[in-house]
């Protein structure tokens, strides 16, 4: 397995729509193998396909205490939401923001696993923020685009300041 690299926002990548799973083969599993230990090592609670530069409908999300409930979705969809959430949310690919968007509080999912077995989830609290969050990534939205035109210009100058900082 690998550890991936995962790109920073505002790169453009971040904003390529992820093709639909087609084939359920060895590379699939090993992509999603490896994006949850890019997700564990980051740390992170979940991981998009999109973010390590690969545009396929793959996530991966684990908001469990001891790290020990990894979920893997292949081509989800929210076929179910109600509520109104308000959990703060971040975002490996723009670190050091933090804020709450606009998320339903419960979703129903249905997805496929690596091995192209279908499913259904039935989620809440952080668990359904996170995968809303994941899902907007595979459309190539990334969470701080639901901000204001202020706070997105704060957000660019500071990445811009890590950015030159750490160059
Ligand atoms: O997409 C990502 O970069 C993964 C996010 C997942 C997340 C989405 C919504 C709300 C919280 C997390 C990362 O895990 S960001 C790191 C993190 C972990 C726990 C709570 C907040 C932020
Ligand atoms: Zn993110």
Not at 33 to 59: C, F, N, R
Not at 138 to 161: H, I, P
Request: with cysteine; net charge neutral; charged share 25%.
């Amino acid at each position: 397995m690998s550890i991936l690299n995962i790109l920073r926002y505002p790169d453009a990548r971040l904003h390529k729509v992820a093709a639909p799973v087609t084939v359920f083969d060895a590379p699939l599993k090993k992509l999603a193998l490896d994006l949850a230990e890019t997700m564990y090592a980051a740390p992170g609670v979940g991981l998009a396909a999109s973010q390590v530069d690969v545009h396929k409908q793959v996530i991966v999300v684990d908001v469990s205490e001891r790290r020990d409930s990894l979920i893997t979705l292949v081509n989800p969809e929210i076929i179910e939401r109600s509520g109104e959430s308000d959990i703060e949310e971040g975002c490996l690919s723009v670190p050091g923001i933090y804020d709450t968007v606009p998320r339903a509080e419960r979703v129903k999912v249905r997805a496929w696993d690596a091995n192209g077995n279908s499913f259904t989830l039935e989620a809440q609290g952080l668990l359904a923020v996170c995968i809303q969050h994941e899902m907007d990534h595979l459309k190539g939205k990334v969470f701080v685009e639901y901000l204001s035109q202020l706070k997105q210009t704060r957000v660019r100058a500071r990445l811009a300041k890590q950015l030159r900082k750490s160059a």
